[in-house]
């Protein structure tokens, strides 16, 4: 006698409201918010309204997370390939495609009627133009067809720095051109230096990231020009803003360090040595902590030396 078929078991509550969460990408979100607020108080030159912060970031959470879950929809084919990005929620099937893109463009529209409600309409559209640049721009468009596809799909990651300080002032200005050209030129060598450590993954994928194609020793040529080009760009803060003595101190001393990191990464990719011994995550998680420290300098600034 055979024994009756057992219903495949339902993922818990728990587990779906975790992959929900998931599909926003949260590590990012915290870094996306990490370049909001601390140009908001620049642009008040002091403290801003508390509850001006709270619902441009609450606001800010929604659009990004909006256009990480469609991104997540139309990238599952990619994620199932890859060993970084298999256990997300789609490719273990604990969210539907359907629900994940219900579920990404509801936030969409949400994030944007909040941010033109409770803070502007000029901000609404700034993180409205993120969203569709991040999904249509770079997921669509560049990811899969070019090597520099984060080099101009990362663009989407710097409006934030535009979007905190229109959120005080109601305008564009200059300071936060600077801080959008900051993470603009920053996002190659962090992201280079991650695909790198990856790169038989985005290979396997047919994602022509910039280290799945080209050889170890160019993209740590790529990765060193580009650090250069970040700290200059990060100390033209100083005259554009009129910020005090702590924002340049703070540029120049975290700049140097990370110009250092990035050639150290750049000599050891013209060794024939595995991706392990270049140590790329070396420079991926300082890149984080220069950019995390860099914009804390940007909102400390006008509190001390004002």
Excluded at 18 to 29: C, Q
Excluded at 102 to 130: E, K, R, Y
Excluded at 188 to 213: E, G, K
Excluded at 265 to 278: E, G
């Amino acid at each position: 006698m055979s024994l009756p078929l057992q219903a495949p078991s339902r993922p818990r509550l728990r587990d779906v409201l975790s992959a929900y969460v998931g599909l926003t990408k949260p590590r990012i979100i915290e870094l996306l918010l990490l370049t909001t607020v601390p140009v908001m108080f620049l642009a008040e030159r002091g403290v801003p309204d508390v509850w001006l912060v709270v619902a441009t970031v609450v606001g800010g959470t929604f659009s990004a997370g909006s256009a990480n879950a469609l991104n997540c929809v139309y990238d599952r084919d990619i994620d199932e390939r890859m060993r970084r990005t298999r256990r997300r929620a789609l490719p273990r099937h604990v969210v539907t495609p359907r629900a994940a893109l219900v579920f990404g463009l509801a936030l969409g529209v949400v994030s944007t009627v909040m941010l033109g409600v409770w803070v502007n309409w000029l901000s609404a559209a700034l993180a409205l133009a993120a969203n569709v640049f991040y999904v249509v721009g770079y997921t669509i468009l560049l990811k899969r067809r070019t090597s520099q596809n984060i080099v101009w799909g990362g663009a989407a990651g710097c409006f934030p720095a535009l979007i905190g300080w229109t959120a005080v002032t109601g305008e564009l200005a200059w300071a936060p051109v600077v801080l959008f050209m900051v993470v603009f030129f920053w996002t190659p060598p962090h992201f280079w230096a991650l695909a790198l450590r990856y790169r038989d993954d985005y290979a396997a994928a047919d994602v022509p990231m910039l280290p799945s194609v080209a050889p170890a020793a160019t993209v740590g040529k790529q990765i060193a020009a580009y650090a250069w080009v970040t700290v200059a760009t990060s100390l033209l803060l100083w005259p554009v803003a009129g910020t005090g003595w702590l924002y340049p101190v703070a540029a120049a001393v975290l700049g140097a360090a990370f110009v250092v990191e990035a050639h150290l990464l750049h000599r050891r990719t013209k060794q024939p040595v595995a991706v392990a011994a270049m140590r790329p995550m070396r420079l991926f998680h300082w890149s984080n902590m220069y950019l995390s420290l860099l914009f804390l300098a940007v909102a400390l600034d006008p509190l001390l030396t004002r």
